[in-house]
């Protein structure tokens, strides 16, 4: 398993955490998801809890993840998606709502253009509708839910 992290704090943590752990396996590196530290087709899996939401370029993301996984690997990843476009002031509030993953959100369809862009195939862009019960709390008085989801986005580089 590789780890990737911009920060050299949380590389270090995972790598303690590793050590601990007595995880044998585990490779942590220094990077940025827009270019992996990571040779080219040589991943089976890439796995991403919302991350990508975070990069200003996401079709880099896509690209470079194509780029490094093997023919027949796959992207899993979790991440926050538009349901509708989102107001203004959501979208523009980069201070508290783009660091949670809400304003930097890409629509099902962008992303699922992105991934066709990069090459991939099998697309899967399945929401998890149950998590508006709790994404209702996140910005209070917003109706927050009404446009954003958290989803599990599937794709096979053939």
């Not at 194509?66 to 203004?88: H, M, Y």
């Not at 992105?114 to 509708?129: C, H, N, P, R, W």
Request: charged share 25%.
């Amino acid at each position: 398993m590789i780890g990737v992290d911009m920060t050299p704090e949380m590389v270090s943590r995972a790598r303690n955490n590793a050590i601990r752990g007595e995880y044998s396996n585990t490779d942590f590196r220094l990077g940025e998801i827009e270019h992996l530290p990571v040779a080219d087709n040589t991943v089976d899996v890439i796995i991403s809890n919302c991350v990508i939401n975070l990069s200003p370029d996401k079709q880099q993301v896509f690209n470079d993840s194509f780029r490094v996984l093997k023919s027949g690997g796959r992207l899993a990843i979790s991440d926050i998606v538009t349901t509708a476009e989102l107001p203004s002031e959501i979208k523009n509030d980069l201070d508290k709502l783009y660091s949670g993953c809400i304003s930097g959100a890409s629509s099902i369809s962008e992303i699922e253009t992105m991934l066709q862009q990069s090459g991939f195939t099998d697309i899967s862009v399945e929401q998890k509708d149950e998590s508006k019960d709790f994404i209702k709390d996140w910005v209070q008085g917003s109706s927050i839910e009404d446009y954003i989801v958290s989803a599990v986005i599937k794709a096979i580089k053939p």
